[in-house]
């Protein structure tokens, strides 16, 4: 009697843990994790996973490919960068706190990158997608632009943290500046920041006003084209090619090589989870994928 009664208890725990469960799935983004990815074929796992591949059929040959795979790590190194990405009881990811002054944002001591870039081009929702095996926390995104009013911090454990930014340019918050220039020249953790670039639209007169304090403060920092779901492949080539002629001769702290992100397809996401686990110090990439 009493040993039914348990399993009953049990079946019922279990029964709720799995709707629970299925719950938590459905909203996880069904190629959030390279094992799904893996299921693809091959044409279409390289392009999600190493998304300038997929460009790189149309380059002409005076074009070097080399300087698009500088950051080139393997599947193995995708797959380590994801646990990280993956909540558990030994690796908590969570959002930590919102500041609009210096004086209140948190003292961490992890290694910390931010995503910066004009409102609406896309900033939460690469958050969020990164963030997708961690459906728990909760990224805003808005179609209405100026939505993230505060510098949001979200913690990985103690491997690292993440900063989500206000945008700048149309429907900025007032106080952007007093907020954001302090933040990115007092910042001690801060080791880089990813400016996006929405890839409909390049780079605009307001990113190069970002590009200038970038490089005014001497800060290491990446370009990350958004949105590449909604642009042609010859455009994004196109786009690439500038950008890189654009990194090689107008600045001196940015990575040579621009990342293509589509949050949407989720393509380039893998590899810029990986590319924030290598620069926080938290994985040496090994060998190369051809
Ligand atoms: N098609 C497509 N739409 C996207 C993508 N990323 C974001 N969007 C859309 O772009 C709009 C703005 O996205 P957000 O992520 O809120 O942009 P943000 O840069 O955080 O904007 P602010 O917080 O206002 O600075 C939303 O309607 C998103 O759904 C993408 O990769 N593809
Ligand atoms: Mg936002």
């Not at 279990?14 to 990815?37: E, G």
């Not at 693809?40 to 591949?53: A, H, K, V």
């Not at 801060?190 to 200038?212: C, I, K, W, Y």
């Amino acid at each position: 009697m009493f040993n039914t009664m348990l399993r009953m208890k049990t079946l019922h725990l279990l029964q709720a843990h799995m709707s629970c469960c299925s719950v938590v799935r459905q909203n996880v983004h069904q190629l959030a994790s390279i094992k799904h990815v893996c299921l693809l074929s091959e044409r279409r796992r390289q392009g999600l996973l190493y998304p300038f591949s997929a460009l790189k059929e149309h380059l002409t040959p005076q074009v070097d490919q080399a300087e698009f795979k500088i950051f080139h790590p393997s599947l193995n190194d995708l797959c380590r960068a994801e646990t990280l990405f993956t909540p558990s009881h030994k690796n908590h990811i969570e959002y930590s706190t919102s500041a609009v002054r210096m004086d209140h944002v948190p003292v961490l001591k992890q290694p910390e990158v931010c995503f910066m870039g004009r409102s609406n081009v896309g900033k939460s929702s690469l958050i969020r997608a990164l963030f997708s095996l961690a459906p728990d926390v909760d990224v805003r995104v808005s179609k209405t632009p100026g939505h993230t009013k505060k510098l949001n911090f979200f913690t990985v454990g103690k491997a690292f943290a993440l900063v989500d930014m206000p945008g700048y340019g149309h429907r900025a918050p007032q106080d952007f500046v007093e907020m954001v220039e302090p933040y990115l020249q007092e910042r001690q953790n801060l080791v880089r920041t990813f400016l996006l670039v929405d890839s409909g639209a390049g780079l605009q007169r307001a990113d190069l006003v970002a590009v200038e304090m970038l490089e005014e403060f001497s800060l290491p920092y990446v370009l990350v084209v958004t949105k590449t779901d909604r642009t042609g492949q010859g455009a994004l080539l196109t786009l690439m090619v500038q950008l890189q002629d654009f990194i090689k001769k107008q600045t001196s702290t940015c990575f040579p090589q621009p990342f293509l992100v589509s949050s949407v397809q989720f393509s380039g996401i893998h590899l810029l989870r990986c590319f924030i686990v290598h620069v926080t110090g938290n994985l040496r990439p090994t060998a190369e994928q051809t």
